[in-house]
């Protein structure tokens, strides 16, 4: 296992939802970003949400109203993205992400695909 394990993901019918997690090493990124990114059939990759560790987030303008993010930090880092009224076009291989704010250290998981049928 890598230093950011997925989990969730799987076929979705449009309309449904979905809940992803990630889980982290707090000792290690306390004081990162944590975020989700997609990466679309054949499109680049792209900003989903992230949080920072002091709690403030941002969304795609895409998902704003329907996903979710949150993060816990105890006892170990769990960053979670709740997607709800999924759409066909939330199909994507999802990645978490974790970023130092300062020394810009970039950490990704494997990827999970989220697969929403119409």
């Known amino acids: 296992q890598g230093d950011l394990v997925e989990s969730g993901g799987g076929l979705e019918r449009a309309g449904g939802s979905l809940t992803l997690s990630c889980a982290a090493s707090?000792?290690?990124?306390?004081?990162?970003?944590m975020g989700w990114y997609r990466q679309p059939p054949g499109k680049q990759r792209e900003l989903v949400a992230s949080i920072s560790g002091t709690g403030n987030t941002k969304y795609a303008d895409s998902v704003k109203g329907r996903f979710t993010i949150s993060r816990d930090n105890t006892p170990e880092i769990t960053v979670s993205l709740q997607m709800s009224s999924l759409q066909p076009d939330d199909t994507a291989v999802y990645y978490c992400?974790?970023?130092?704010?300062?020394?810009?250290?970039?950490?990704w998981g494997q990827g999970t695909q989220v697969i929403v049928s119409s």
């Open positions: 992400n974790a970023i130092h704010p300062i020394l810009k250290l970039n950490y």
């Open positions: 707090r000792l290690q990124f306390e004081l990162y970003d």
